[in-house]
């Protein structure tokens, strides 16, 4: 059975770090893509970063320059650092892996984890 585990979130102020951590078990990640999404209250899902099967990144204009996407793939697992977090990152966090086609929306994805919350305060 295939479980995508992702670390505990937090609560952080404006301008602080946080990284979220995201474990796969009974699954190798492979070349497909993995990726990092976000939902606020009331919104859809939405890509927050993309790593591609060669290993390119791809990041959402709203994190670019702040948060980092990487892997270890000896461990299975794939971070997502984020710095000089923001009122508006305040979100449900998911990671999803063996992504295809674009790999920016989230129907192209077939594992998800459940969820982890990242709340910044002003």
């Known amino acids: 059975q295939v479980q995508l585990a992702e670390s505990v979130g937090g609560s952080v102020q404006a301008g602080g770090s946080l990284r979220l951590s995201c474990a796969a078990s009974?699954?190798?990640?492979?070349?497909?893509?993995k990726g990092w999404f976000l939902q606020a209250p009331g919104k859809e899902r939405e890509e927050v970063a993309v790593i591609f099967g060669g290993g390119s990144t791809y990041y959402a204009d709203f994190v670019k320059g702040r948060f980092t996407i990487s892997q270890d793939n000896a461990n299975d697992t794939m971070y997502l650092q984020m710095n000089s977090l923001k009122p508006e990152d305040t979100a449900m966090y998911y990671c999803?892996?063996?992504?295809?086609?674009?790999?920016?929306?989230?129907?192209?994805?077939?594992?998800w984890g459940q969820g982890t919350q990242v709340t910044v305060s002003s």
């Open positions: 009974g699954y190798r990640y492979s070349r497909y893509c």
């Open positions: 999803a892996a063996e992504g295809s086609g674009t790999c920016i929306f989230d129907n192209e994805y077939n594992y």
